[in-house]
């Protein structure tokens, strides 16, 4: 069964702390993405990544950043987490023209106090 | 800016009806759409995608696609209380590997 797998399923941090969310794919697929979502802004692209090593900015990076040192492997990082980065984070991957959809993780739901 | 429009709903049908969730898209060279479904608190999973213009069935789901008018829709026929979510419209463009989501149409089905 392939699977996206997402390293926690529910995370509790303090502000101001380092948080890191792993997110593991073993489907081959060549794309990676980091969404998070609130309840009525719907899903909104935080960080995407083509090809090992490489990254781009979504919609909305500010105050994270990515990691992608192997195929299977995207992390996401919040350098200093604040209270508005509460949310549900979704890890997806897709193969690279995209073709046939995004395979999601089962979300981090983060709350930051 | 690409868009995708649904109506957020929700909206309410009975069990054994037909629920009828639509989608319209901006952009007119999007070739590859595509349905989410996404209940309270969990992920969203594909449960239709659609490439060319006409209707695909997969059990009681029905997904159609009119480029000309940039519409896309999806039927549940039979609907049960289980088909009770948020369904997120998605749209690949042309030369894109990219997604653009709806902000998704909440359905309920009522006993």
């Known amino acids: 069964d392939v699977k996206v797998t997402q390293s926690s399923r529910y995370l509790v941090k303090r502000t101001g702390e380092k948080v890191f969310l792993e997110c593991v794919q073993d489907?081959?697929?060549?794309?990676m993405f980091w969404y998070r979502q609130d309840p009525g802004l719907g899903l909104r692209l935080i960080y995407f990544?083509?090809?090992?090593?490489?990254?781009e900015k979504g919609d909305i990076p500010e105050g994270y950043s990515v990691s992608r040192e192997k195929k299977e492997r995207f992390s996401l990082i919040l350098e200093s987490a604040s209270t508005n980065q509460t949310s549900m984070y979704l890890c997806?991957?897709?193969?690279?023209?995209?073709?046939?959809?995004?395979?999601f993780g089962s979300g981090t739901r983060l709350t930051v106090v | 800016q690409k868009e995708v429009e649904q109506n957020s709903g929700p909206l309410s049908v009975p069990e054994g009806a037909i629920a009828s969730l639509n989608c319209t898209y901006s952009?007119?060279?999007?070739?590859?759409f595509f349905w989410y479904r996404q209940y309270s608190g969990k992920s969203p999973e594909l449960i239709m995608s659609?490439?060319?213009?006409g209707d695909k069935e997969d059990g009681r789901f029905t997904a159609q696609l009119n480029k000309a008018s940039q519409y896309v829709s999806l039927l549940i026929r039979d609907s049960q209380p289980s088909d009770s979510a948020t369904y997120l419209c998605?749209?690949?463009?042309?030369?894109?590997?990219?997604?653009?989501f709806g902000s998704g149409t909440r359905l309920l089905v009522r006993p």
């Open positions: 997806a991957s897709s193969f690279l023209d995209g073709n046939y959809g995004y395979t």
């Open positions: 489907m081959d697929h060549e794309n």
């Open positions: 990544s083509y090809d090992v090593k490489m990254k």
């Open positions: 952009d007119r060279v999007s070739q590859s």
């Open positions: 659609i490439y060319s213009n």
């Open positions: 998605a749209v690949r463009g042309d030369s894109s590997y990219k997604l653009i």
